[in-house]
């Protein structure tokens, strides 16, 4: 009787290594990119608190820093050489919400890193960054416009930018929807929506 010895698989560990390298790679660009400190210009752990601002996000290094960005955000969120302050939480062209893992196409302008959903979207951006990447001063915040729905920071599906009078001055200040149904019941009549809507100031929103 002859009697074969089969040879013995060798570990899988490099198989594991590089599933685990995928996944480190997924984990990260679900997180977005890195980016630094918008007051400080230090590097950002993958534990730092969010905060959702004019419709980008960003993180601080430290808790003394989160003061100072809440206390005078568009000051704090300026370009720090070619590193990034923050990520775009919207395509800013399609005004829809966008995960760093689901963009398409990205544009790096002024310390932020836009995301689109297309390529068509990112070469509409890239013709006149200056003037699509403008942020409002107000904003109606924390309820979906459309349903009065409150939303916390990070969950709104899309947004709208309008005119409006505040002051006696005219303004441009955005408003958000919980969901992409009520997108289009907005802009059949944008006024039923907005005549008697409060407005505050653009600020820091955490993003939990």
């Known amino acids: 009787m002859v009697v074969r010895i089969l040879p013995i698989a060798p570990p899988m560990r490099y198989n594991v290594s590089i599933m685990l390298t995928m996944l480190l790679a997924a984990t990260v660009m679900a997180q977005g990119p890195a980016t630094v400190c ?3 210009g230090d590097p950002i752990s993958e ?3 969010r905060y959702e601002y004019a419709g980008l996000v960003t993180a601080v290094c430290c ?3 989160e003061g100072s960005l809440k206390a005078a955000p568009d000051k704090a969120m300026k ?5 990034l302050v923050a990520y775009s939480a919207y395509d800013v062209i399609a ?3 966008i995960k760093p893992d689901k963009a398409v196409a990205t544009t790096d302008y002024n310390g932020v890193r836009y995301l689109f959903s297309t390529k068509e979207n990112k070469a509409a951006f890239d013709k006149d960054p200056k003037a699509l990447s403008t942020r409002p001063t107000y904003e109606a915040f924390g309820k979906c416009v459309v349903t009065k729905e409150v939303v916390p920071a990070g969950k709104f599906a899309a947004y709208r930018d309008v005119k409006t009078v505040i002051d006696g001055k005219p ?3 955005r408003v958000y929807f919980c969901c992409m149904g009520c997108v289009p019941k907005f802009d059949d009549n944008p006024s039923n929506y907005t005549a008697d809507l409060k407005y505050t100031k653009v600020t820091i929103h955490e993003i939990k």
């Not at 370009?79 to 590193?83: D, E, L, P």
Request: with cysteine.
């Open 171 to 173: 303004q441009m200040a």
């Open 79 to 83: 370009a720090r050489g070619t590193s």
């Open 63 to 65: 808790a003394g820093c």
């Open 47 to 49: 534990n730092s608190q």
């Open 95 to 97: 005004k829809t919400s």
């Open 38 to 40: 918008p007051v400080m």
